[in-house]
Each structure stands twice: as C-alpha cells, then as structure tokens.
C-alpha cells in the first residue's frame, strides 16, 4: 500500500494540508477505479462513485490494526457503493435501447440481476486472488501445482519430495485460511459451513 493511504490509518483526513488530501484521494482513486470501471464502463459514473465512497470512506472510518485491513475495508466500500448504484439506478428505468435494440423493463430486471450476480463474482475472484498473495510461500505454490496446473496430490507430493497426505493436510488448511479471510471480507463459507 501506498504511504498516502496509510494517513488514512495514521491521521483524521480533516487535519491533513489540502495538497496532501488531494493526495490520498487519488491513491484511493488508483487503488479503486480498475474494480469499478470493470463493472460499469462508464467513465463518469465511476467518478461519482468513487467521489461518493470516499466520503463514506473519510467520514465512517474504523480504526484498523493494520494496512491490509484498511485495504480490503477501502474496496468493499466500493463495492457495496457501486451495488447500491446499480441497484438504484434499475429502478427508475422502464425501458432501455440499447445500441438500437428496445430492452423490456422485464429483460433489464433479469439482467441486471445477472449483472449483480457477475459483478459480485468477479469482485469476489479479485479478493479471493488477493488472500492468495496473503497465504504463506509454501501454501500459495501448492495452490498454484493443484488448481493453476492441474496437478494431482500424488504429482504434487513427487514434486516436493514429501508424502500425499501432507500435501492434503497443507492444501485443507491453505483453503481454510481463504475461508477465514473471505468470510471477514464477504460473509460468506462454503456451502458445509453456512448455518
């Protein structure tokens, strides 16, 4: 992370010098903007929510113990800021042309609910590859021979010289470790899991 959105741990946005606000402002902007123009494509209304989450940033925020906190915080701000959008942003639409075509306010309906059903997914992937980086050395190139590769338990254990059922007891607790910080970031377990 970059030493501007660290202020955000450090200091109350409000004291900080106007060039330094503008500052911290942007690595958010930077540190956002890919995640929310995945989703929109639209260049001005990712602007406002970024401008939007950002308030909601400067003003709600809870103290963290850490930087990688603050960040995975900072993008579900955004994330829920720009569901919010679509979500608002559908109900006032009757009917849609879209590059000629009439779309129904019915067929708008379903899609964006598939939309929604995407752009939750793709948000979750990104977080889900950043916990990957989070996981220790070991656990991350065991994730990358079983479901980057291909590779069985078997291949995995002739690989690294050990036994199969270390490999599956280190791969069971690199998935577990996944879990616990997707669950903080998401709510959401596996399907075993939920109660």
Do not use: C
Request: hydrophobic residues 35%; glycine residues 2%; negative net charge.
């Amino acid at each position: 992370m970059s030493n501007r959105l660290q202020l955000l741990l450090a200091a109350d946005f409000n004291d900080l010098s106007e060039p330094l606000q503008e500052e911290v402002y942007y690595e958010f902007y930077d540190l956002v903007y890919g995640q929310i123009m995945y989703v929109l494509r639209d260049h001005t209304a990712v602007e406002d929510i970024i401008q939007e989450s950002f308030i909601k940033v400067i003003t709600n925020k809870p103290t963290f113990e850490n930087e990688n906190k603050l960040k995975a915080w900072l993008r579900v701000v955004s994330k829920n800021t720009t569901m919010n959008y679509l979500r608002k942003n559908k109900k006032y639409r009757n009917q849609v042309d879209v590059d000629g075509v009439f779309i129904s306010e019915e067929e708008l309906v379903v899609s964006s609910t598939n939309i929604e059903h995407q752009v939750e997914s793709k948000m979750m992937e990104e977080s889900i590859v950043f916990y990957l980086e989070q996981l220790k050395p070991e656990y991350r190139q065991l994730i990358e021979f079983r479901w980057k590769q291909g590779l069985t338990y078997k291949e995995i254990a002739e690989l690294l010289d050990t036994r199969e059922d270390i490999v599956k007891q280190r791969l069971f607790r690199a998935r577990e470790s996944v879990k616990k910080m997707l669950y903080r970031e998401w709510g959401v377990m596996d399907e075993q899991r939920k109660i």
